[in-house]
Every structure is written in structure tokens, then in C-alpha cells.
Nanobody, 119 residues
Framework: QVHLVESGGGLVQAGGSLRLSCAAS????????ISWYRQAPGKQRELVAT???????NYADSVKGRFTISRDNAKNTGDLQMNSLKPEDTAVYYC?????????????WGQGTQVTVSS
């Protein structure tokens, strides 16, 4: 069993910063891709950023230059540093990880953490 737990959400004024963290625990052999998604009220869940095990990153156009995704392979953690936040960044943010347990890779999701940006 694998669990992902996010932390670091909260309320911040526009222009401010937040850092989200995702910690994976359980029967983990290794973690391949780690991604952050978000879902705003009434909207579909969207991919925000992703990072491979080797550290290659990719970002949604809406967050490029403002958000930075990182990871610590030794600790099985992933972070999302969010700067210059805008009200439109308000959403529930979810961590997603491709976890290898034994010989199989499965996708796991965290429970989500709320980010609210006030104008």
C-alpha cells in the first residue's frame, strides 16, 4: 500500500508565495514521474507541472516562470514552489506519482490541498 500526503496549502494574497509538499510512504521500490494537478470549482482537473525521476520538468503555460517543481528521490518527496500567485491559481492541488512497487508501476493520488489566492 502506498500513500501520498500533500501539505502546504492555505490562503495567500495575490503576488504571494506558497510551497506545496508531497510525501510518499509505503511499499515503494522507486518513484518515476511526480506531477501536480489542480482543480478549480466547476472546472476539470488540469496538469500543472511534472518532473521525471532524472529531474526533467514540464509546466502548464499558465504557470511557467512562476511555479517550480522539484523532488528528493532519497526521501520520496516532491515539492511545488508557487510564486507570484494569482486569484486564478485558486484550486485544490493534488499530487500524483507513478510508483513502482515490486515489478509493477501504479499511479497514486494524494487527498488534495486547498490553495486560495485573494485579490
Amino acid at each position: 500500500q502506498v500513500h501520498l500526503v500533500e501539505s502546504g496549502g492555505g490562503l495567500v494574497q495575490a503576488g504571494g508565495s506558497l510551497r506545496l509538499s508531497c510525501a510518499a510512504s509505503g511499499s515503494i521500490f522507486s518513484i518515476n514521474g511526480i506531477s501536480w494537478y489542480r482543480q478549480a470549482p466547476g472546472k476539470q482537473r488540469e496538469l500543472v507541472a511534472t518532473i521525471t525521476r532524472r529531474g526533467s520538468t514540464n509546466y502548464a503555460d499558465s504557470v511557467k516562470g512562476r511555479f517550480t517543481i522539484s523532488r528528493d528521490n532519497a526521501k520520496n518527496t516532491g515539492d511545488l514552489q508557487m510564486n507570484s500567485l494569482k486569484p486564478e491559481d485558486t484550486a485544490v492541488y493534488y499530487c500524483n506519482a507513478a510508483v513502482v512497487t515490486g515489478t509493477f508501476e501504479n499511479i497514486y493520488w494524494g487527498q488534495g490541498t486547498q490553495v486560495t489566492v485573494s485579490s
